[in-house]
C-alpha cells in the first residue's frame, strides 16, 4: 500500500516501463486488430465444400426411390424421415442410440436413424419398414409371425424390431433361441414381449428359409 501511495514509488514503477496508461493503450490496440484477423482466419480453415449452415438440398435413396429434402447439417436421417418426407414407420423414443425403436437398415445393415445425419446418409441404400412390410398385398413373413406370435403390445418399439429382425435373418437363417435372443440385443420394449418377439422370429425364419429350430 505505501508503495502505491508514495509518488516516488510511482516514479520509480515508471521508469521499469510499466504503466496503467500503457497497459490499456496495448490492450486497445490488440483488441483492434485481432477482430480483424479473425474472419480471414476461420475462412483459411473452412475446407471447400463444406455444406450449410444454413438448409441445403439433398437427395436420398429411400426404399429404392430417389427423395429430395431441404436439411440443415445438423439434422438426423430420423427428423428428415418423419418431418419432412412422412415416413413415419421409425419411431422418435430414447432419441440416443439405445432403444432401436428408430431402427433402419443403411446398405443392408441395422442402423439408428436417430445417430445418423441426414446429409451423411446420401449416396447410401436405406430401408424403412415401409419398404417391406407389404409386397403383392401380403404381409413380410416378420410382419406375420409378429402378428401370430402376439408380439406386439403398444406397438411403439414395433417397428424397429420389425426391421432388426429381418436384418437378422437375412445373415442368420436358421436361427436358435439363443442366437436370435442376441441378435435383438440393441432393440428394447417397453412392455417387455421378449417372447413374443424371438417366437415370431423363429416362426418367420421357418416361413422364410425353412429353419427347424424351435
Do not use: W
Amino acid at each position: 500500500m505505501s508503495e502505491i501511495l508514495d509518488p516516488e514509488n510511482r516514479e520509480k514503477r515508471k521508469g521499469r516501463g510499466f504503466s496503467r496508461r500503457g497497459f490499456m493503450q496495448g490492450i486497445g490496440v490488440t483488441g483492434a486488430v485481432a477482430p480483424a484477423l479473425l474472419p480471414e482466419q476461420a475462412q483459411a480453415q473452412t475446407p471447400p465444400g463444406v455444406m450449410g449452415p444454413g438448409a441445403v438440398a439433398i437427395t436420398l435413396n429411400i426404399n429404392g426411390k430417389p427423395m429430395k429434402a431441404s436439411v440443415e447439417p445438423r439434422e438426423t436421417l430420423l427428423d428428415t424421415l418423419r418431418n419432412q418426407l412422412d415416413i413415419t414407420g421409425a419411431k422418435r423414443v430414447c432419441d440416443r442410440g439405445t432403444c432401436g425403436a428408430c431402427s433402419v437398415l443403411v446398405n443392408g445393415k441395422v442402423s439408428y436413424a436417430c445417430s445418423i445425419l441426414a446429409i451423411d446418409a446420401q449416396g447410401k441404400q436405406i430401408t424403412t419398414i415401409e419398404g417391406f412390410a407389404m409386397s403383392g398385398g401380403k404381409p413380410h413373413a416378420v410382419v406375420q409371425a409378429f402378428v401370430n406370435n402376439d408380439a406386439q403390445q403398444c406397438g411403439y418399439c414395433t417397428p424397429g424390431f420389425v426391421v432388426a429382425s429381418k436384418a437378422f435373418l437375412d445373415h442368420n437363417p436358421n436361427p436358435t433361441y439363443e442366437q436370435v435372443k442376441d441378435g435383438l440385443g440393441g432393440n428394447l420394449c417397453r412392455c417387455g414381449t421378449y417372447v413374443g418377439v424371438r417366437k415370431a422370429v423363429l416362426e418367420a425364419a421357418k416361413m422364410m428359409k425353412g429353419g427347424s429350430n424351435a
